[in-house]
């Protein structure tokens, strides 16, 4: 079964500045899906960024940009010129592409990102 | 185009009782997938449904079951509710039951058990 660990329960950044997030997942596939979720307080899940395993170029959208190291199962959100409305819960999450496995997710434990003004 | 929809938005129920939560996904959506989420358990799998079959399941008791019918529109029962039970559901759609296709959240059930 795989895992997936996000050891920074809370983190903070400043207006502007950038902030990395963390997050290490275990597996024995090597073909998947890798992705960051934002959950702000109305609890909508939405979708950040996401990667798949056999791309070796780090994906990036906007602001957004991952670090992805597949041989270390690492997989990090790096978040440039931190904006207000960023503040949220980051969940990093796994998706086999077994077909078996369909479309299920498996989610870190979640890091509350805050943003000061 | 509408988004995943979920009703109701909030529920209270006491323990015992049994409870039904709906979800209609974006339109042309086949694939819906439920979510249970708690403050101590995190966001854990319960099932998956692509036309109309269960085609994943979770960690979960026989308590909790779904269907999906055939207009792709989800619901999920949870019978003999737990305090436990207590958490946001989510369901998620996506067009197939494939890994490549994402998936979209809706805004979830807010399930109160006293």
């Known amino acids: 079964a795989q895992t997936v660990t996000q050891s920074q329960p809370e983190m903070s950044v400043q207006e502007a500045e950038t902030v990395t997030l963390s997050c290490t997942y275990d597996?024995?596939?090597?073909?998947?899906?890798l992705f960051w979720y934002k959950q702000p307080p109305s609890r909508q899940m939405i979708l950040v960024i996401r990667?798949?395993?056999?791309?070796?170029q780090n994906a990036t959208e906007n602001r957004f940009s991952v670090n992805f190291q597949k041989a270390a199962k690492s997989f990090s959100l790096k978040i440039s010129d931190s904006q207000l409305g960023d503040a949220a819960m980051y969940f990093c999450?796994?998706?086999?592409?077994?077909?078996?496995?369909?479309?299920?997710?498996?989610f870190g434990e979640g890091t509350q990102l805050t943003v000061n003004p | 185009k509408a988004g995943v929809t979920q009703t109701p938005r909030y529920l209270i129920k006491t323990r015992g009782q049994q409870v039904t939560l709906s979800c209609s996904p974006i339109?042309?959506?086949?694939?819906v997938s439920w979510y249970q989420q708690t403050p101590g358990q995190g966001l854990q799998f319960l099932f998956e449904?692509?036309?109309?079959?269960?085609?994943n399941k979770g960690n979960f008791p026989g308590r909790f079951s779904g269907r999906q019918f055939s207009n792709s529109r989800s619901e999920m029962n949870v019978s003999t509710l737990e305090l436990g039970d207590s958490a946001l559901y989510l369901c998620?759609?996506?067009?197939?039951?494939?890994?490549?296709?994402?998936?979209?959240f809706g805004p979830g059930t807010r399930l109160t058990v006293l």
């Open positions: 998620a759609s996506s067009l197939w039951a494939a890994s490549y296709n994402e998936q979209f």
């Open positions: 999450a796994y998706r086999s592409n077994l077909e078996t496995s369909g479309s299920r997710l498996t």
């Open positions: 597996t024995s596939e090597s073909d998947y899906y």
């Open positions: 339109s042309g959506h086949r694939s």
């Open positions: 449904y692509f036309s109309e079959t269960q085609r």
């Open positions: 990667q798949e395993a056999y791309k070796q």
